[in-house]
């Protein structure tokens, strides 16, 4: 049997073809029957380009349906789906096509150039472009070919997407995720959540990471359910479209962003059944807040790019703040202290989870996915946790250097190392403080030359920005004559989050 996640969402298609899977803001709607044939045609496309199974297809588009037809077609093709964050710079996009030789890229109009001469640098012969509205190079030349196409046969263990994540030593690492790791966590949550052919789900998420991607468009297809969707997230656009949708799935900053608004209401949620959060902590302030005004409390759950999700709170019985939940069915997850020792109940430590939704390791970095991964199995998270006594896992802090902003990811290290090269720096320390609207914030703490006053805030921002992705850029920069060491000469990360938390703090808030 084809064990591709694309047969498998084929093998699930609604009876009626012609039922709507999705309808954007721009009022254009999109039918199963348009999901084959885009599919069909897109796939059909990418095989007269010559690209063979296994072969690599970067992409850095907006949001848009035919973004996510692409993704489709490549599983449907058994070709590997390599998604781009939009805000990646050039040199990142650069680091990344390198690593990962894709036999095809797809970004938006306006980069052309620059992606065709990265793609050359690396060999790479096939661009296309594709803009928000699906329109294109890539879009004319599918046009062209027939919409009939036969699904490739896949194994369970063959690749279908590789992510990018990156890591506390700097260069981002390809997560490998095979078709079985995102057809087993789809259909888990599926049935964990309820979702059925009933639900209409109101996706605001970009749909580069895991979250956006296959949270919420994978179990969207695999219930045959349907998608409101927004190019990208507007609370005032939510809250006209919640009144029509039965659930939400969002980053922590999507919710304070709706409960700053006085449209939030009761009357608001009438037809909605569930709201999802991860991809960063929630407060427990946010969870009360938004029980209190709407009457639902929001479902939390706890995932990773390498391992789709882990832990979610119930559908029905407690949810409660402060948690991630159980592990889902199929996951297992444990505590682990420094020692190796697996913790009992409330014992803090490193969690490690197993399961079929553990990816299977790093692009052509198997000694990293070794140090990643446990003798008997397990990967080791890097998020430090305890599981109490009813079974609910605490995320409790990280023992990887980890700033999480707005639901992004951002490693120190990949910023500090941009920081150190700028003229007149001597070195730098990148700490994430407290911050009301994207959780967490990128600040940056410089060690100047003497005399290099020239080197200011704004002009080390401005220089940041060119070359690493916006949210990635240090909202404050701070100067201090020395940073403070231990006795082993290590930057103490967590004497300049005492010192600047409260400084930017107060003057946020
Ligand atoms: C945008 N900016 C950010 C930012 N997003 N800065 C820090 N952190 C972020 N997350 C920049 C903008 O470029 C801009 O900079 C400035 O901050 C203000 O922009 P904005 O207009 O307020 O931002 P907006 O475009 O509204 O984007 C905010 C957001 C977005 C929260 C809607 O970041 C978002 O969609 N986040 C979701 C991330 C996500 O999907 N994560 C899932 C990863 S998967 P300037 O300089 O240009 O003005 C994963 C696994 C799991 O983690 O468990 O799910
Ligand atoms: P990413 O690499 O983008 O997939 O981010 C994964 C990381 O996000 C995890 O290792 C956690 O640190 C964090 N994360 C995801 N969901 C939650 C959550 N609900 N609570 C706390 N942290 C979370």
Redesign the pocket.
Known sequence: MNQSLYALIESRFPADPSRILIETDGGAAYSWRDLDALTARYARLMSELGLAKGDRVAVQTDKSPQAMFLYLACLRGGFIFLPMNT?YQPDEVDYLVGNAEPRLLVCRPEVETTTKDIAAAHGCLNVLTMDGDGRGSFAEAAQAVPADFSTVDCAADDVACILYTSGTTGRPKGAMLTHRNLSANALALVSYWGITAGDVLLHA??IF????LF?ACNTTLLAGARMLWLA??DGDRVLELLSRATTFMG?P??YTRLLASPRLTRDACRHMRLFVS??APLLEETFRAFEERTGFSILER????ETG?NTSNPLTGERRPGTVGFPLPGVSVRAVGDDGNVLGTDGVGVLQVKGENVFSGYWRMPEKTGEDFTADGWFKTGDVGKIDADGYVHIVGRAKDLII?????VYPKEVESVVDRIDGVVESAVIGVPHP??GEA?TAVVKRLPGRTDVTEAAVIAEV?TRIA??K?PKTVHFVEELPRNAMGKVQKNVLREMFSSRVSSLIG
């Not at 706890?302 to 790019?305: A, K």
């Open positions: 805000a998420l970009p990471h895991a979250h956006g949270v990208r997230f980053v900053t999507f991860g991809s706890y995932g990773m790019t999700m902003s707005g639901g992004y990811n609207d994207f990128v920005k916006n949210y850029v």
